[in-house]
């Protein structure tokens, strides 16, 4: 089973990830993009369970996250986005996004023109491996692990993506392809208990994490 439906405290993983956009009046509609077999067998809304609105039609992503993201940006195009529109990007196996996070994000964007992201200062001290061993010690000074949701206008994200396209330059979030534009994206301090679930062990964490917020199952 995807990540994104494994239950976690008895609702899936990507049912958390979508709660603390649920009911903030800035975001006009939430697009899912998912595996094409999910949709074409109508299981993803069994597997999701119930949501309410502002959830749009889910369109089908592809081979890596950029082709993904970009299915999902002309998506809203094709259903009444304009290029000027902020878009929020978001992990559909991050399940512990903090609400205040969310809202800090949004309000960041009235001063933040070349878009933002949820980001956490590196706090370990970082090791670069050489034949399995230690062989130096990275500067950890400046130094920021990118988290979701990312925010940027949606035309001139879905143009970042095309280019990297037609460069063939592997894209891992969103930001990387804005810098590769020459945009300088604001990093708005988030928490680090917002986890992406690829391991059995994170999903052990996320339920902790969502237990000692006291969050409903």
């Known amino acids: 089973q995807a990540k994104q439906y494994v239950l976690l405290r008895d609702r899936p993983v990507i049912a ?10 800035r975001i006009a509609g939430i697009q899912l993009v998912l595996p094409g077999e999910d949709i074409a ?9 119930p949501v309410p609105a502002p959830l749009l039609p889910p369109v089908v992503g ?18 009444g986005a304009v290029p000027s529109d902020w878009v929020l990007v978001h992990d559909a196996a991050r399940p512990c996004l903090r609400r205040e996070d969310l809202l800090r994000l949004l ?20 090791k670069r491996g050489e034949d399995g ?15 979701t949701p990312q925010a940027f206008p949606l035309g ?5 993506l095309e280019a990297a396209r037609a460069e063939h330059r592997q894209i891992t979030d969103e ?26 062990d994170d999903l052990m964490l996320a339920a902790a994490i969502l237990a000692a917020r006291g969050e409903e199952g």
């Open 62 to 79: 592809g081979g890596l996250r950029a082709d993904s993201v970009r299915h999902g940006l002309e998506a809203l195009l094709r259903q």
């Open 107 to 126: 309000e960041s964007l009235a001063n933040a023109p070349q878009g933002a992201l949820l980001a956490v200062p590196v706090a370990d001290t970082l």
């Open 175 to 200: 930001a990387s392809a804005m810098e590769a534009q020459g945009w300088r994206p604001r990093l708005i301090p988030g928490h680090g208990d917002n986890i992406k679930v690829t391991l059995s």
């Open 16 to 25: 958390h990830a979508l709660a603390a956009f649920l009911g903030e009046p």
């Open 133 to 147: 061993c230690s062989s130096g010690t990275v500067d950890r000074e400046g130094l920021w692990r990118a988290l």
């Open 156 to 160: 001139a994200l879905l143009v970042a």
């Open 41 to 49: 067998t109508g299981a993803w809304r069994e597997l999701l369970g």
